[in-house]
């Protein structure tokens, strides 16, 4: 087919259609390709081109240096061969088990205002989904050629229904024009996933666990406190959710109901805009205030770019170390 080329890894080869891009031919096919945002915003998706030719759309100095482009670098997740191409993996060192991506096709079983402008969303897949508590779907907005990445909220074990916590942008062509306009129970729904490296990491099992959700950053959080208590009920897990107010609050009950079974879960809601009866300011300050040391906790970020920012401040101030600090930027797409 003169229309798809080849991948050559070193180790391997996987084909490519016209017009897909190289991290997406890759991740269905089984090679794994650190990536996070899927939309050319984070840097993360970068392989080295030695051989053949990509069509690369330009990138910010930020995400992909003069000297990086030099050395052959493009962001796989923006690029789509031309030729036949030869590209370098970067080694992958997290020891994790990987799913390769693909397409899913599902049908919404409950939509539900959970607080202000912010719904939580099941679907109920027709084929079940493996993946790792953390990542995310890309889910296809109906009548355009446009996707929107969305994290699970369920864990792993429940892949039959994914659970998602979505925040309306005013005028936003995937909540504003769509999710909080037409879609109802009954609507099918195709997406792609699983994607991402925010992954639940059983690398450290004793390590008590701090978790900073901004918003609706809290859904993937929520995925991976369900998934590490199912492997140690003890688990030691200390979940900060800021909002601006309380009426942007959600899952409260969730948390607390979790806090009571779970001797060793604490959660603590704080509200950016608000006094209140509980905790105010940002979830990084609240962190600060609770913890001399986070010498010996590992952390799971999420949520508005400014906010994850702020927590990884925050927990390297108190010497996190920074191999235990992972996170993923709620970064709009562009
Ligand atoms: P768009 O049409 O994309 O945006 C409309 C306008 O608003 C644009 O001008 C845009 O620049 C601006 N805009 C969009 N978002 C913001 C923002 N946050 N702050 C300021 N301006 C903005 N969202 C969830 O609610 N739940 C999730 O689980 C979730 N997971 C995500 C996972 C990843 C990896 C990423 C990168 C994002 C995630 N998001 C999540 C954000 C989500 O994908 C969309 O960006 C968001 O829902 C807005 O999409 P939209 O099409 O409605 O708005
Ligand atoms: Fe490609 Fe973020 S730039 S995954």
Redesign the pocket.
């Given at each position: 087919d003169p229309t798809t080329f080849r991948i050559d890894t070193g180790t391997t080869s996987v084909t490519c259609g016209s017009g897909q891009r190289v991290l997406d031919a890759l991740l269905r096919q089984g090679v794994w390709i650190p990536n996070?945002?899927?939309?050319g915003?984070c840097g993360t998706c970068k392989v080295r081109v030695t051989g053949g030719m990509v069509d690369a759309p330009p990138a910010p100095d930020t995400v992909l240096s003069d000297s990086e482009r030099d050395q052959g670098y493009v962001l796989s997740c923006q690029s789509t061969p031309t030729t036949d191409i030869v590209v370098e993996p970067p080694a992958d060192e997290s020891g994790a088990h990987h799913h390769a991506l693909r397409d899913l096709a599902g049908t919404v079983s409950s939509l539900t205002t959970v607080a202000d402008d912010?719904v939580s969303v099941t679907v109920s897949l027709d084929d079940p989904f493996e993946f790792t508590a953390g990542q995310?779907v890309e889910l296809s907005?109906p009548g355009t050629d446009?996707t929107?990445?969305?994290?699970m909220?369920n864990p792993p074990s429940e892949s039959g229904t994914l659970e998602?916590?979505?925040?309306?942008?005013?005028?936003?062509?995937?909540?504003?024009?769509w999710?909080f306009d037409s879609l109802t129970v009954g609507s099918s729904v195709s997406m792609t996933g699983p994607?991402?490296d925010?992954c639940h990491r059983e690398d450290e099992p004793g390590v008590g666990l701090i978790l900073l959700a901004g918003?609706?950053?809290l859904?993937?959080l929520k995925s991976i406190a369900r998934a590490a208590l199912e492997a140690d009920p003890e688990r030691e897990i200390h979940v900060y959710h800021g909002v601006r107010t309380e009426t942007e609050l959600y899952d409260v009950d969730f948390w607390r109901a979790l806090a009571t079974e779970h001797p060793n879960v604490r959660y603590t809601p704080c509200l950016s805009r608000q006094q209140w009866c509980g905790r105010a300011g940002y979830v990084g300050d609240a962190m600060m205030a609770d913890f001399g040391s986070c010498r010996n906790h590992a952390a799971y970020l999420c949520g508005?770019p400014a906010m994850v920012e702020a927590g990884v401040r925050a927990l390297k101030r108190r010497r996190m170390p920074p191999r235990r600090i992972r996170r993923?930027?709620?970064?709009?797409?562009?």
């Open positions: 996070s945002c899927n939309q915003t912010t995310y907005i446009q929107r990445p969305y994290s909220a998602f916590h979505i925040r309306r942008q005013p005028d936003g062509l995937a909540t504003d024009g999710i994607w991402g925010f918003g609706t950053g859904a993937p508005p993923e930027k709620y970064t709009p797409a562009t």
